[in-house]
């Protein structure tokens, strides 16, 4: 039912594309990360969540219409459905059924709670569509609540010795998942604007976070003492975040898993926070779906489609995307305060 050419993930039926990364007439977009959600389409679908992120990010004029999840719609005798894929809030699993077959796309996706995404969803099917972002067995990440509650420690610790705490993760998802479990008791919290953006459109679709104050021209950063700062990625090393010193610098995503990426980036310390799936949270994903054939997109790909192959006797293929999936440096920036999502 779905083929994969130049243009994306593409379903001859129903005339749609998913998460395509070249212009089409129609996309249905998994969430609103940049690698899967482009500007250019005639039509949009999404998640009710994704579609004010995606006018945020392309344009209010774009052309969106939104579903819940689990409210199937029908193309060309094409049932398709959204469904929670607990990678970011608003990010959905793509489920197309005709005939009696029927296909999931996973974009991106995670299995455990982080407070601010529905959790994912096993979807039994015959074709399953995964990413393979952290597919090695060395990617094996710690309960979510303890690295919370140690983010939390380091703030204390670092308020304690007259420091500031700037932590570093995505705009988009990962931001909003730091501030939900930040303790304002500690200090106060603030903000770099394009994180102050993104979480105004969460607040609005979702509900309030803990008070934290945007960074901006009327705030004297030398006011900011002992206190945490959650910034992009893409604000390190730029004059912006100097001025906030004395601070130490934290930095959250799966790669920290390996502690020499700490090092090579200049954190004082990473803290091993994902919106992807580790290793163990992949194969049972895929495990549960009961799907024999698979299709690994972007990560190690060529790697865990052989792993698939000789562990589970899977007819498992890599497929060639412009995905990302997570990286240290976000994937697209705008400069400025309001850099990146």
């Known amino acids: 039912m779905l083929t994969f050419n130049q243009n994306g993930i593409y379903c001859a039926q129903a005339d749609v594309y998913i998460d395509p990364w070249k212009p089409v007439d129609n996309a249905i977009i998994t969430h609103a990360h940049s690698d899967h959600a482009r500007w250019g389409m005639k039509k949009y679908l999404a998640h009710i969540h994704a579609a ?17 999840y689990n409210q199937p719609i029908t193309i060309n005798g094409v049932q398709i459905s959204l469904h929670p894929a607990g990678h970011i809030w ?19 996706y995670k299995l455990g709670e982080d ?28 309960d979510p609540a303890t690295v919370h ?5 380091w703030w204390r610790k670092n ?19 730091i501030h939900k479990h930040l303790d304002p008791s500690i200090g ?32 004297n950063p030398k006011d900011i003492k002992g206190d945490i700062i959650i910034a992009p990625p893409s604000a390190e090393n730029t ?37 992807h799936a580790d290793w163990g949270q992949l194969n049972t994903a895929i495990k549960q779906t009961g799907a024999e054939h698979i299709y690994v997109t972007h990560g190690y790909k060529s790697v865990y489609a052989k792993w698939l192959q000789d562990a589970y006797g899977l007819n498992a293929t890599e497929v060639e995307t412009l995905y990302t999936g997570e990286q240290l440096d976000e994937p697209e920036t705008t400069g400025g305060e309001d850099a990146g999502i």
């Open 52 to 68: 004010p992120v995606m006018r945020y990010r392309l344009g209010q004029d774009i052309n969106v219409q939104t579903v819940d």
């Open 90 to 108: 608003g990010s959905a699993q793509v489920r197309l059924e005709y005939k009696g077959e029927i296909w999931v796309v996973s974009g991106d």
């Open 115 to 142: 407070g601010i995404s529905v959790p994912f969803e096993p979807i039994r099917c015959h074709h399953f569509i995964t990413e393979s972002t952290f597919g090695l067995p060395v990617y094996n990440f710690p």
């Open 149 to 153: 509650h140690d983010i939390n420690d």
């Open 159 to 177: 308020r304690e010795e007259g420091k500031n705490s700037v932590i570093l993760g995505y705009a988009l998802g990962k931001a909003q998942r």
């Open 188 to 219: 106060n919290i603030y903000t770099h604007g394009a994180v102050d953006n993104v979480n105004k459109l969460y607040e609005a679709a979702i509900e309030p976070l803990p008070y934290a104050r945007r960074i901006d021209s009327s705030i």
């Open 239 to 275: 004059p912006w975040l100097r001025k906030l010193q004395p601070y130490k610098l934290g930095i959250c995503s799966g790669w920290m898993q390996l502690r020499g990426t700490r090092r090579r980036r200049g954190a004082d310390r990473g803290f091993v926070l994902s919106d």
